[in-house]
């Protein structure tokens, strides 16, 4: 069993910057890939970027491709969101997720959720 919890979300002009962390519970958390998800009102969850259980591979959504960098930390049983050049398109629940083995793009794949963080970017 996994928990995990998200931090980091807030009001941001569009333009800024906010990082995001998701620690989880457990003592296998570099064994699980992660990801960040997230879901505006009235919109399907989306996927936004991935990250393998060492860290070495990583993949990203086109819309948030240069702006976005995923990054881990084991021995902190953290997983950290960058978000540079925010947009008001970005402004969604962000939920991280794990998931037993490599990295996928698809919400379903993952077997263990947070309970999201809000970021809202005002234009």
């Known amino acids: 069993q996994v928990q995990l919890v998200e931090s980091g979300g807030g009001l941001v002009q569009a333009g800024g910057s906010l990082r995001l962390s998701c620690v989880a519970s457990?003592?296998?958390?570099?064994?699980?890939?992660m990801g960040w998800f997230r879901q505006a009102p009235g919109k399907e969850r989306e996927f936004v970027a991935t990250i393998s259980w060492n860290g070495g591979s990583t993949y990203y959504a086109d819309s948030v491709k240069g702006r976005f960098t995923i990054s881990r930390d084991n021995a902190k049983n953290t997983v950290y969101l960058q978000m540079d050049s925010l947009k008001p398109e970005d402004t969604a629940v962000y939920y991280c997720?794990?998931?037993?083995?490599?990295?996928?793009?698809?919400?379903?794949?993952?077997?263990?959720w947070g309970q999201g963080t809000q970021v809202t970017v005002s234009s």
């Open positions: 457990g003592r296998t958390f570099s064994s699980y890939a």
């Open positions: 997720a794990a998931r037993w083995g490599g990295t996928y793009r698809i919400p379903t794949q993952y077997d263990y």
